[in-house]
């Protein structure tokens, strides 16, 4: 009984049908079993038969078919196998009460072979991966536990993409008939008296279970003084080790609205009232009889939703093609109750209620996207948002201060700047030229550069109406900063404001290519910062793959002294990139080439591994060296795991034969290298699409890559049809035929001497055990630049190896369709092709 004693604990079976017994087991196959459990809070209980008992977990939102949704799974107590067939009512006073019914129950079974031991090791692990058959749910699922100090009892429900798997939206409450969700409602209804929102008593641990379906009978009042927002922080990215919501970044005024049932309250986020200058928002809650206190943005949009950020300035009235709208995304207090110390999705989960209760025209809710970050940054870039918001799940309501438990991720970067002067317009230009700009640094001001585009004739007249209020004599920083156009520079006083948006900042702290968004009237001039995003990142850590355990070492050493890429940035990108990389490393043998110090520091080859002092999880191969005769056991890396553990040992670039192990003497491709040699690049892209005119006059599909150092890699697909004598001989001819086309400035000779100042056309890498750096690998090169798959239109006037790197790959993968994704559809006849030159 040891098993069940917190679940008999918590229930007096005199007053509740629900099943009292002791562990038990139905000898033949496992099943499991959902049950909806309409409780205070809408809930689902996930069940898995194991050790006699039923493993449970309360999932908030229920399971769900769309591999893209990681559900938040609560661990709550055993619960005795008999329980997997109770439906029912429990009463008021009981805990959990509410309505319990089925909504799938089946079979399941551990995905990797075995039985109730290996689930049993699993669970302990914080890994489970099973097959279920049921109703409505089938095929492979996960649970993995999330490994956060903040609750060791919460895990993530996630399908497996198989052919039972969706891609649309999917919410198991459209699979439940109306009569069951109208019962639910019903008994909460005739069950609950005067429903308010109560303080959380934090004194007073609950349950999971708890959290997910009980209310809490605390009773104390929450004197509402003026709240001053929580702020999010910039960052480049959100950690792994905990539960992400992700919501749209607006492009307005940050608003807290007070609703005391005798006045309302719209209020900026330094304390000034928007009251009259913006009336409609605080008329949105006219006639409203609850107390309640709501955070959101002011944004003024046109007919297609495009917002507007200037047109805020003066408040109202909007022009007639534009409309107010309040974009509401959290929930600080309720009927006297203080909501903060809820967690973000339970303050979203009430606030969604009252806004749908309140229905009132221009009063918009923020809900969170159903996507991972990569997919809402996607989403973002798509839509013209600025971003993302990142809210991590159980995040409380940190009034007044910058936290990273909130993250805002842009597509565009920007920056508040400081407008300390202007310069004389030229031409037909009227007021000023461009706005001089400084952010607070150390000591005093400092100069971040000048802006002369974004402005309408309309905003350079009323912004020269106010810079000339405001003119003054000395320049506000060092006589050495040297400031653009200094000669026809007027200083004016610290006084405005300026959002602008850049592409990236310059090696001596100056926006690159920056354009004026708005005046900002809502911050304060000394909060205005240069802001860099955060990079999290541990040290040492450890990370399970399944059973597969990866030890992740010194990750914040510097790997790229100039650009301070540290060794942990470039795992992170591999564990990104990696399902695109994978298919071209199957079983093929790996060259590690290891700067286990930085690209400044000295590196060394390794093509041999020592079994004994590696994990046995890695897959190695025995094969014969052509140079030795004698024999190197070479690392297959076909999983995730593995490539990481490549980029931990320091191997920045990932270099793979053109064979597999199994047919080590036919290639996969035939590659075209393409070596500069010191010859301009825009010659390179010629040749390179020399050589695709002429692959396409015999009707062979070519694919191209950056080399990620200097030149350009021209593969073509074989699928191991020919050895590499059949390859090569086809590479060279291809070679002699661009030659051909190019004799003053490429080369077929090897040697570097005869072939200086002129772009080599390497067809001698079609050999057995020869390496070629993989598609989507980093360079141990300046700038951590990536062999970067292309599409042919973009070998063109303005290509460059600098603009692919480790950042710009991965904004790359999330915005753009693959140029590779179709490459191992069709195969290459080099026969017929070579009969045809």
Not at 222 to 246: G, H, K, N, Q, Y
Not at 763 to 774: C, D, G, I, L
Request: glycine share 6%; charged share 30%; net charge neutral.
């Amino acid at each position: 009984m040891a098993a069940l004693h917190e679940y008999n604990k918590k229930r007096d079976f005199s007053k509740t049908k629900e099943p009292k017994g002791a562990p038990a087991s139905s000898g033949k196959k496992l099943r499991f079993v959902v049950q909806r459990h309409h409780a205070s809070r809408l809930h689902y209980d996930f069940r898995l038969e194991m050790d006699g008992v039923l493993k449970s977990w309360a999932v908030p939102k229920g399971p769900s078919l769309n591999p893209a949704d990681k559900r938040l799974a609560m661990m709550v107590e055993d619960h005795p196998y008999s329980y997997r067939t109770f439906e029912g009512e429990i009463p008021k006073g009981n805990y959990g009460f509410g309505t319990v019914t089925i909504f799938d129950e089946g079979f399941y079974k551990p995905l990797e072979g075995g039985g109730e031991k290996e689930l049993l090791d699993g669970l302990k692990s914080g890994s489970l991966k099973i097959v279920v058959d049921g109703k409505k749910l089938k095929g492979e699922f996960a649970l993995v536990k999330i490994k956060s100090n903040a609750d060791e009892n919460a895990w993530l429900l996630i399908k497996h993409r198989d052919k039972y798997a969706v891609d649309k939206a999917y919410d198991a409450e459209d699979s439940v008939s109306a009569a069951v969700k109208e019962k639910g409602k019903t008994f909460r209804k005739s069950a609950s008296t005067k429903k308010n929102v109560k303080k959380r008593d934090v004194s007073a641990p609950t349950s999971p279970e708890e959290s997910a379906g009980k209310e809490q009978d605390t009773n104390e009042s929450f004197d509402s003084p003026i709240i001053a927002p929580m702020l999010a922080t910039l960052s480049e990215r959100v950690p792994d080790d905990s539960p992400w919501l992700f919501e749209r970044k607006l492009d307005g005024f940050r608003a807290i609205t007070e609703i005391t049932g005798k006045s309302i309250n719209v209020w900026s986020r330094n304390g000034l009232s928007f009251n009259k200058k913006f009336p409609s928002i605080s008329h949105l809650f006219d006639e409203i009889s609850v107390q309640a206190i709501v955070d959101g943005e002011i944004v003024a949009e046109d007919a297609r939703g495009r917002s507007n950020f200037q047109l805020l300035q003066h408040g109202e009235p909007l022009p007639s093609s534009y409309k107010l709208k309040y974009y509401v995304f959290d929930l600080l207090a309720l009927d006297g109750n203080d909501m903060r110390e809820f967690s973000v999705t339970e303050r979203k989960e009430v606030l969604k209620l009252l806004i749908k209760k309140w229905n009132r025209p221009g009063l918009v809710l923020v809900d969170f996207l159903n996507d991972d970050l990569t997919t809402a940054l996607r989403l973002a870039k798509k839509e013209g948002w600025e971003g993302v918001i990142a809210k991590e799940a159980d995040s409380r309501y940190v009034s007044g201060k910058r936290s990273s438990l909130w993250r805002k991720i842009k597509v565009q970067q920007s920056q508040e700047a400081i407008v300390v002067g202007y310069t004389k317009p030229s031409g037909s230009r009227a007021s000023f030229g461009a706005l001089v700009l400084a952010v607070n640094g150390d000591p005093g001001l400092t100069y971040v550069g000048n802006v002369g585009t974004g402005f309408s004739e309309k905003l350079l007249k009323e912004l020269g109406e106010q810079l000339s209020g405001l003119k003054k004599t000395n320049k506000p920083f060092d006589k050495s900063v040297d400031v653009a156009n200094e000669n026809k520079v007027t200083w004016v006083e610290p006084h405005l404001i300026a959002e602008i948006e850049f592409s990236e900042w310059t090696k001596d702290g100056h926006l690159r290519h920056p354009v004026f968004k708005a005046l900002r009237s809502d911050k304060n001039i000394q909060d205005i910062k240069r802001v860099e995003p955060i990079r999290d990142m541990l040290n040492e850590e450890e990370r399970k793959f399944g059973r597969k355990i990866l030890k992740l070492t010194n990750q914040k050493k510097i790997y790229w002294p100039d650009e301070q890429i540290r060794k942990g940035d470039l795992v992170a990108y591999y564990e990104q990139v990696g399902e695109l990389m994978l298919p071209f490393l199957k079983d093929k043998p790996i060259s590690m080439n290891r700067y286990p110090n930085g690209i400044a520091e000295p590196s060394f080859f390794q093509k041999d591994l020592d079994k004994s002092s590696v994990p046995n999880w890695l897959k190695t191969v025995e094969l014969s060296s052509e140079s030795t005769g004698g024999t190197v056991n070479y690392l297959i890396c076909n999983d995730i795991p593995t490539l990481l553990w490549i980029a931990n040992m320091g191997s920045i670039e990932i270099n793979p034969w053109l064979a597999s192990y199994k047919k080590k003497l036919n290639p996969t491709f035939a590659v075209l290298d393409i070596d500069p040699n010191g010859v301009d690049f825009l010659e390179v892209i010629a040749v390179a699409n020399t050589a695709k005119d002429i692959l396409d006059a015999v009707g062979v599909r070519s694919f191209v890559k950056t080399s990620g150092s200097t030149g350009l890699h021209i593969y073509i697909h074989v699928n191991a049809q020919y050895d590499f004598d059949v390859a090569r001989d086809f590479i060279q001819m291809l070679a002699e035929l661009v030659h051909e086309q190019h004799t003053d400035t490429t080369s077929l000779e090897r040697s570097p001497n005869k072939r200086k100042n002129k772009i080599y056309l390497d067809f001698m890498q079609n050999k057995r055990a020869q390496t070629v750096v993989a598609p989507y690998s980093v360079r141990p090169k300046p700038g951590a630049t990536v062999s970067c798959p292309l599409d042919w239109s973009e070998v063109q006037e303005g290509l460059t190896i600098e603009q692919f790197t480790m950042d710009t790959v991965l904004e790359r993968v999330a915005t753009h369709h693959d140029p590779w994704a179709d490459i191992f559809v069709s195969r290459a006849n080099l026969k017929k092709a070579l009969n045809a030159f």
